[in-house]
């Protein structure tokens, strides 16, 4: 994982932990970086994706 792509991780899990949803990153094997945050992952509890998915893709400005 780049520091961009740590950075940015943090970013967004400081962001939903602000709007009350606890968020974890974890690094991804090389050979599964294809999603938007490469390298990343990021999780949040269950019951709480939809709300996320909001706050991170609905504001992003990347």
């Known amino acids: 994982m780049s520091l961009r792509d740590a950075y940015k991780a943090e970013v967004k899990r400081l962001q939903l932990l602000k709007n ?3 968020a974890m990153i974890q690094n991804k094997q ?4 294809k999603l938007a945050m490469n390298g990343v992952d990021l999780y949040v509890k269950e019951g709480q994706y939809e709300i996320a998915s909001i706050l991170l893709f609905e504001n992003e400005e990347d």
């Not at 090389?30 to 970086?33: G, H, I, L, S, V």
């Open 20 to 22: 009350g949803i606890e």
């Open 30 to 33: 090389q050979e599964q970086m």
